[in-house]
């Protein structure tokens, strides 16, 4: 493609990073896709000469920064704006054009962010921000009971996020597991179950539903197994009976079905846009979800949230003005941003994520493509 030209805010980005999840499987082919990346600014239009040779962290937010939508903070739903990889042509590629104004410059002591995570930091400016966003969204205070639903690279980051502020959230896991040996310990996390190890490494409460009794379930159903779960591990936590914070983190009519039937009385529900994060996958998205969920429509799930007193956040992105906080907190190493990328050059993305994909138990990754 021949070099764009430049708007007098604009900047030329050399790609070094770019991520590559669903949004990207799903990218339409009028569009170079990417939503997200870092890279080298090798050419600016007249109002963005101060990040002439700046390394910058971008993510897929092109608002126009002037409209009463965008001075009300919600770039993500400017109606003069655009995303990367959507509505213009995005990160993987060797270059790419944004607006200076929403650009993360990554020098000074955000610049160590380089050196702790390498190509892994293009994460930063859309998985982690989005379950940053998730996060601030919810206005959770340290020591509320936190549920997350989901097996994916938000929800990890949603993990880290919360302890990092005093939450202990509770992980639902072991939607399909495997038989555990009979001289395991009952307590013990089976072998291959890495997710759940990790969880517990870290703190977290693990909702395993492997441990649900089968005659239970028989009985009154899987939502009434799941929900008598979630109550006895909040009790367990000292949590009583107050209300949840529940995050839904796979962008289904199947997560936020198990959510509104799972939250309860006078809860809150995060849900991330499908818009924001889409996951085609029906394999990808039924990872971390319980069994058994029949299968509801948005109404149903309108009315159990009414019924129950409850409130509805979304989340359809996050504010680029974000991107500081977050690389800060990857800099002083309270998100495992190196962690959970999986590095691989253009010509290996198929292989990367067959590689993945054979390996459902582990912590959630994701591909980060360098080398562009």
């Not at 770019?18 to 799903?26: C, D, F, H, L, M």
């Not at 994460?123 to 996060?135: K, N, P, S, T, V």
């Not at 997560?255 to 394999?283: E, M, Q, T, V």
Request: glycine residues 10%; aromatic residues 4%.
């Amino acid at each position: 493609m021949p070099l764009p030209q430049l708007s007098d805010d604009d900047i030329l980005i050399q790609v070094e990073a770019s991520v590559y999840g669903p949004p990207e499987r799903t990218a339409l082919a009028e569009r170079t896709p990417g939503g997200c990346g870092m890279g080298l600014v090798v050419d600016t239009g007249e109002r963005a000469t101060h990040l002439s040779g700046k390394r910058v962290l971008v993510g897929p937010e092109k608002g126009c920064g002037e409209c009463d939508v965008c001075r009300r903070a919600s770039v993500v739903s400017c109606p003069h704006g655009h995303h990367l990889g959507t509505g213009a042509d995005g990160t993987l590629a060797s270059h790419v054009v944004t607006r200076a104004r929403w650009a993360c410059v990554l020098d000074g002591a955000l610049s160590e962010v380089i050196d702790r995570a390498g190509p892994a930091t293009a994460l930063l400016g859309r998985e982690a921000a989005l379950a940053y966003a998730m996060l601030v969204r919810a206005s959770v205070a340290p020591g509320e009971p936190v549920v997350i639903l989901g097996h994916n690279i938000i929800a990890r980051f949603l993990v880290e996020l919360a302890l990092r502020q005093g939450i202990k959230p509770m992980v639902l896991t072991g939607r399909d597991p495997a038989p555990a040996p009979a001289s395991s310990a009952p307590d013990q996390p089976h072998a291959d179950n890495t997710w759940a190890a990790w969880l517990r490494q870290r703190d977290a409460i693990v909702v395993d539903g492997t441990t649900m009794d089968g005659a239970a379930i028989a009985k009154g159903g899987a939502v009434s197994g799941w929900r008598g779960m979630l109550r006895q591990a909040a009790a367990d936590a000292g949590h009583g009976e107050r209300p949840l914070y529940l995050f839904e983190t796979t962008a289904t009519d199947e997560g936020r079905s198990w959510a509104s039937a799972l939250a309860g009385p006078a809860a809150k529900l995060i849900f991330l846009a499908k818009s924001a994060y889409s996951n085609p996958d029906p394999g990808d998205a039924a990872r971390g979800l319980p069994a058994n969920m029949p299968p509801s429509t948005p109404a149903n799930i309108i009315d159990a949230v009414c019924d129950h007193d409850s409130a509805i956040l979304a989340v359809a992105g996050t504010h680029p003005d974000l991107l500081p906080e977050i690389v800060a907190l990857a800099v002083r190493g309270e998100l495992d941003i190196a962690g959970a990328a999986a590095l691989t050059t253009p010509d290996g993305i198929a292989a990367a994520a067959e590689s993945l994909r054979r390996d459902p138990q582990r912590p959630p990754r994701q591909i980060v493509v360098h080398d562009l």
